[in-house]
């Protein structure tokens, strides 16, 4: 079946500007997660949706990032006036459960937003 | 969650066994140790986790010791495309989602 997907795979941007980057999950999956990953580092927790609702945002870093999942599958991540240290690849992730001893989260090839 | 401890890199011959440590000595009673891997420009992809005992699955060996402060992945043919990024990853079983990564260690398969 299909896994997470992402778009774009590739995103250049000028400081300041806006972007939108887009994640849809495995069908049926109930939990999305968004995470960033920086050069030669491990991915960074971001943000989490049970459903519509955002259970967890406080990896967001401030409040020029922003997610949405309104009807519970796609979610978008918004990062407004965009700066050179959001340079970073933005992976999505989702699993069925949110329990540990059987959820699995599944991630995307990722977005590497790049901002000149 | 509790903190890992992975060696930043790591050498392997093709077809050999690649055993992966990782400490986790603060790991609490309610703590799986969960193992991912990363290869290059692509997304984390889940290996295999467990609570205390053994786990083998169709990728590989999770091997934790009984004081449940260290663990072994093991990669028992290793190929060329196990070439990657892998993550040791201690996770609380309710409560905490979200999948903390530290470093991992970057696994190299020798032809």
């Known amino acids: 079946g299909a896994g997470v997907s992402q778009t774009p795979s590739n995103k250049v941007t000028e400081k300041g500007k806006y972007v939108e980057l887009r994640c849809d999950p495995i069908s049926g999956h109930t939990a999305l997660y968004w995470y960033r990953q920086s050069l030669g580092q491990g991915p960074e927790f971001l943000i989490y949706?049970?459903?519509?609702?955002?259970?967890?945002d406080s990896g967001l870093p401030n409040d020029r990032f922003f997610a949405v999942r309104p009807e519970g599958s796609v979610s978008t991540l918004k990062i407004q006036r965009t700066e050179r240290g959001d340079s970073a690849v933005y992976l999505c992730a989702s699993s069925l459960t949110t329990s540990a001893d059987t959820d699995t989260q599944y991630f995307g090839p990722g977005t590497r937003l790049t901002v000149l | 969650d509790a903190k890992t401890t992975q060696p930043p890199s790591m050498d392997c011959a093709e077809g050999r066994a690649a055993n992966l440590p990782c400490n986790h000595s603060?790991?609490?009673?309610?703590?799986?140790v969960y193992w991912y891997r990363q290869i290059h420009s692509q997304g984390p992809q889940y290996i295999i986790h467990g609570l205390k005992n053994n786990e083998t699955n169709e990728m590989a060996s999770l091997i934790i010791t009984e004081d449940r402060k260290s663990s072994t992945l093991i990669l028992p043919h290793a190929t060329l495309r196990d070439t990657a990024v892998y993550y040791c990853?201690?996770?609380?079983?309710?409560?905490?989602?979200?999948?903390?990564f530290g470093t991992g260690t970057r696994l190299t398969i020798i032809p």
């Open positions: 990853i201690v996770r609380v079983a309710w409560g905490n989602e979200k999948l903390t």
């Open positions: 949706f049970q459903g519509t609702g955002a259970a967890d």
């Open positions: 603060t790991i609490s009673g309610n703590e799986y």
